[in-house]
């Protein structure tokens, strides 16, 4: 698979950003997390040549396959999705952000993991659609995760996360997205600047709505190969 019109797709994706930034009435900035799950390590590197600096993946595996493919590519790796206990042995240290600490036993284990003077960043994730498919802790439980993670020695707690519902109904996109902007600000607490919310076929809206990192694949990379 060839990404040659990447380029192009990533500028209409920053073209949207600040169009739907300007209707929410913000002007922080949004990264872009371009999400290579389903593709080879040539995605990599057509990212960076595109401009990108941070890709996603979802599986570790697969990520740290990729990482060892193209060491010399300068992205960082965000891991975006759920996080297995057995595999936190084999993400600290190797990706800037994870995205999707949801309970407290895998806090407890990151937090044993993480060698003396090394931070890991985090983002808490929250099931703002009340879908019982959906990862993530419930609204009502964030408080007592946030408790335990910011009280977790080596880590550092950046922000939320969320995915909204499989819907192409904006007003339903929005209530989730909205609430966990709610959720940030009502914790009161100036670390958490990040929101990482809004995919492909929903980033407009969570822009809209105060997302600080949008995880893009389909509308970058094309359909996964796999």
């Known amino acids: 698979m060839t990404y ?29 997390v371009g ?22 993946e979802n599986r570790v595996q697969e990520a740290l396959g990729k990482m060892d493919a193209v060491p010399d590519v300068p992205v960082a790796w965000h891991l975006i999705g759920t996080l297995q206990r ?14 999707a600490v949801d309970r407290p036993e895998l806090v407890t284990e990151l937090s044993r993991r993480v060698p003396a003077g090394v931070v ?44 909204a519902p499989f819907t192409d109904d904006e007003r339903v996109q929005r209530a989730a997205f909205g609430r966990l902007r709610a959720l940030r600000d009502a914790a009161g607490d100036p670390a958490l600047q990040e ?8 980033y407009r809206v969570a ?13 970058l990379f094309g359909e996964r190969s796999q």
Request: with cysteine; net charge neutral.
């Open 35 to 56: 999400v290579v799950k389903g593709h080879g390590p040539e995605a990599v590197r057509a990212a960076a040549a595109a401009g990108l600096s941070v890709v996603g």
């Open 120 to 163: 890991q960043p985090v983002l808490l994730e929250v099931n703002c659609s009340g879908e019982a498919q959906k990862a993530g802790v419930t609204p009502e439980a964030l408080p007592a995760l946030l408790d335990a993670a910011r009280g977790a020695p080596g880590l550092a707690v950046r922000g939320l996360m969320t995915m």
């Open 195 to 202: 929101l990482s919310m809004g995919m492909s076929a929903d």
């Open 4 to 32: 040659s019109d990447l380029a192009g797709r990533l500028a209409g994706v920053r073209d949207a950003i600040a169009h739907h930034q300007a209707v929410g009435g913000w002007s922080h900035p949004v990264t872009v």
């Open 207 to 219: 822009v809209e709505e105060g997302a600080t990192m949008v995880r893009l694949g389909t509308v």
């Open 86 to 99: 057995n595999k936190v042995k084999h993400v600290i240290g190797r990706f800037a952000l994870l995205h």
